[in-house]
Structure formats: structure tokens, C-alpha cells
């Protein structure tokens, strides 16, 4: 009998212990991008799970507010930085061929940040990646999060007056 309740004891056990499901891990620098974004004064709202930060940046020169996001992957070893909508287009036919002539231009100047097209939003995103395969350069992470936001009050203008020509 007590043999029984033993074995059955087991088998509940290692029902209950394989039936929850394993939490997913948080990737390893979601703290310090956390803790980054809050010394550029950024309030960011982190999702541990999803390991994204979400927030939003105002542009001072142009009195525009970007919404951005953080992507933190350890099976990438990266930290992707992204302005999803930096530019809204009319219509899912793509930017039309001086945009996307200029876009062009400006993905081979740029040194750090790139431009793509997003074709399920209708937009393009402005974006740089950190490469977390050695370490997370907290410096560098800084850098290159204010450089983006630069370089996006920089061609923002242009880009849609490019946008809006017949």
C-alpha cells in the first residue's frame, strides 16, 4: 500500500513539474539597457519577458515626439534600437522612387544607423544595432541611442517633404 501511495505520490509530481511551463529566461542586459535609457532621462517601459523597452522621444528642433523600442536578444547577442514608424507612407506600394533613391543615399552615409522599409506597418524605421557578443558597452549603448535620435532630427525634414512630392 505505502509502495502505491509512493509511486502515485511520484507520477503526480512529475505531472505537476512537467506541466508547468519553463519561465522564459530575461535576457542578461535588460537591466543595464533599463538603466542606460534612465541616464538619458528616458522613462522606458520594459516588458522582461518580451525583453523590449518601449518609449518615447521628443524631437526638440521639430516638436516631434518618436515613439522607440529596445529589443534585447541573447540568441542574437544583440541590442536592436528602433524608431518603428519613423516615417508613415501612404498606401503598402512602398516609398515612392526619389524617397527611396534618397533612403539609399543616406543607408550608405550613415555610419552607425540604417533605414528599411517596413512593409506590413507602411512605414520606415530608423535603426542600430549593438553587437552584446563580448560585453554591453554601456558608453556605447548611450552613444548610439543619442546618435540615432540625431541623425533622425537630421533627415526627418527631408525625408518627408520626399514623401509628401506628387
Keep these: 500500500m505505502r509502495l502505491a501511495a509512493a509511486v502515485a505520490a511520484a507520477a503526480v ?3 505537476a513539474s512537467g506541466a ?3 519561465p522564459k529566461p530575461v535576457p542578461r542586459y535588460l537591466d543595464a539597457v533599463r538603466q542606460e535609457l534612465a541616464r538619458l532621462g528616458v522613462d522606458a517601459a520594459c516588458e522582461p519577458d518580451a525583453g523590449v523597452c518601449s518609449f518615447r522621444r521628443r524631437l526638440t528642433g521639430l516638436g516631434v ?3 522607440a523600442t529596445v529589443a534585447c536578444s541573447d540568441k542574437t547577442n544583440t541590442v536592436y534600437v528602433a524608431i ?3 516615417l508613415p507612407l501612404d498606401g503598402s506600394e512602398g516609398p515612392p522612387a526619389a ?3 534618397r533612403l539609399l543615399e543616406l543607408n550608405r552615409r550613415l555610419v552607425t544607423a540604417k533605414l528599411e522599409w517596413d512593409a506590413m506597418a507602411g512605414s520606415i524605421r530608423l535603426t542600430t544595432v549593438l553587437s552584446t557578443d563580448s560585453n554591453f558597452d554601456r558608453k556605447a ?3 548610439q541611442v543619442l546618435a540615432l535620435f540625431a541623425a533622425a532630427e537630421r533627415i526627418l525634414p527631408e525625408l518627408e517633404a520626399l514623401a509628401a512630392a506628387p
Design 20 to 22: 508547468r511551463p519553463e
Design 141 to 143: 549603448f548611450r552613444s
Design 13 to 15: 509530481l512529475a505531472f
Design 84 to 86: 518603428p514608424r519613423f
Design 99 to 101: 524617397l527611396a533613391r
Design 65 to 67: 515626439e518618436l515613439d
